[in-house]
């Protein structure tokens, strides 16, 4: 199979996009400023135990003042030093966090104060989790190729830069329908929202009922995989009288979900409904995007979002980033980056709260 991974390694996040055969499949996002590929299921880390939470289970700092939740943890006193392995990352939910999960790290000691195991640059542990080796890795520019080529080394796949592959691929667009949960299908929409129990889909449009929920079960199937949803999935088709006819859903629901690897899927019954469960390790895609207010970014991501824009800005003059408070707030704390984007962009960067400003705000590029 042709394996192509987009690597768009803009100011403030990196977003990965798998094409297989053509199309896109996943997409996964990457912001090294906040450790995100730090806090990744599989990785290794130093723990020390604060308190206990039963005869089986304690609370643990993971360093960066981060904790977990330890399980199995018999035995194990207050203080303690021990490896563990993430099992899952931490999840963003409607109104509050859930916490990571570790389990002792078989074969593996501790190492010194808790903290990551691995120095390594944080981009590679999440480039080589996400896809085994590609064919080839498009980037926008040289400078990310170049920072890619060195990351690498002598294991990198054929390198190239093609910013047009990028800008067909959309990820803008995509992401702008991951953070409203909306998505067309042939005849209707087809709706996702986080709850705390679960991710619901939703099923409306009009026409044949039954064409209408196989473009549905067709497009779900794609959806969980390209966000990477993972955890319980409720989807509340339309309801079909006919057993055939819901067969008929639960064949093209199952096809459609074969790429997701391990996962379970009940037949639809009577009223429609499907559940879908599949491996949770970290957050989804709208997690990540909008973190504990589905529907709407985050500050964090509002802030990237303002970060790429001025990195695609034209002109030789001063950029100005006029954003929400809470906006500027953020970046005003990402020295790093916004060096980084005055360097590439070759001028100075002025950041500017505006309690009016509307979404992540705008940037102005000065004319003298």
């Known amino acids: ?11 403030g996040e990196i977003r990965a996009g798998l094409i297989e055969q053509g199309q896109l499949t996943e997409l996964r996002i990457l912001r090294p400023r906040r450790n995100a590929a730090l806090l990744a299921a599989g990785e290794v880390y130093t723990a ?5 939470l039963g005869p089986n289970k304690a609370q643990v700092s993971i360093g960066g003042g981060k904790e977990a939740i330890l399980q199995p943890a018999k035995g194990l006193v207050e203080g303690a030093l021990l490896a563990v392995l993430m099992t899952r990352a931490p999840i963003p939910e409607p109104g509050r966090w859930k916490s990571a999960m570790v389990r002792p790290a078989p074969g593996a000691s501790p190492q010194g104060e808790p ?19 590609p064919d080839a890795i498009l980037c926008p520019d040289a400078a990310s190729l170049n920072a890619l080529r060195t990351d690498l080394g002598a294991a990198a796949p054929e390198l190239r830069i093609d910013p047009q592959a990028i800008a067909d691929a959309d990820l803008d667009g995509l992401i702008e329908a991951a953070t409203v949960g909306e998505f067309p299908i042939a005849g ?21 009922a039954l064409a209408l929920n196989l473009a549905a079960a067709r497009e779900i199937g794609r959806l969980l995989r390209l966000l990477d949803i993972g955890g319980p999935v409720g989807i509340d088709f339309i309801t079909l009288d006919q057993r055939k006819a819901r067969a008929a859903i639960d064949a ?55 970060l790429r824009e001025a990195g695609r800005s034209t002109g030789h003059g001063k950029r100005q980033l006029v954003g929400p408070p809470a906006v500027i707030k953020l970046i005003r704390q990402w020295d790093e980056e916004v060096d980084a984007l005055k360097k590439r962009l070759g001028t100075d960067i002025e950041l500017v709260a505006d309690p009016a400003a509307i979404g992540y705000g705008h940037v102005h590029v000065s004319q003298s």
């Open 1 to 11: 199979m042709s394996r192509t991974l987009l690597w768009d390694a803009g100011p």
């Open 48 to 52: 020390r135990v604060l308190r206990s």
């Open 115 to 133: 903290g990551w195991h691995s120095n390594a640059a944080p981009r590679l542990p999440f480039l080589h989790r996400f896809v085994p080796q």
């Open 188 to 208: 209707g929409t087809l709706s996702i929202e986080r709850t705390r129990a679960m991710t619901m889909i939703d099923i409306d449009g009009g026409g044949d």
């Open 252 to 306: 093209a629901l199952g096809e459609a979900c074969a790429p997701l690897g391990p996962h379970k899927c009940t037949a639809m019954n009577g009223f429609g409904f499907v559940q879908i469960i599949r491996p949770r390790t970290g957050p989804s895609i709208q997690e990540l995007l909008c973190t504990t207010t589905p529907g709407r970014l985050s500050a964090e991501s509002r802030a990237v979002a303002l």
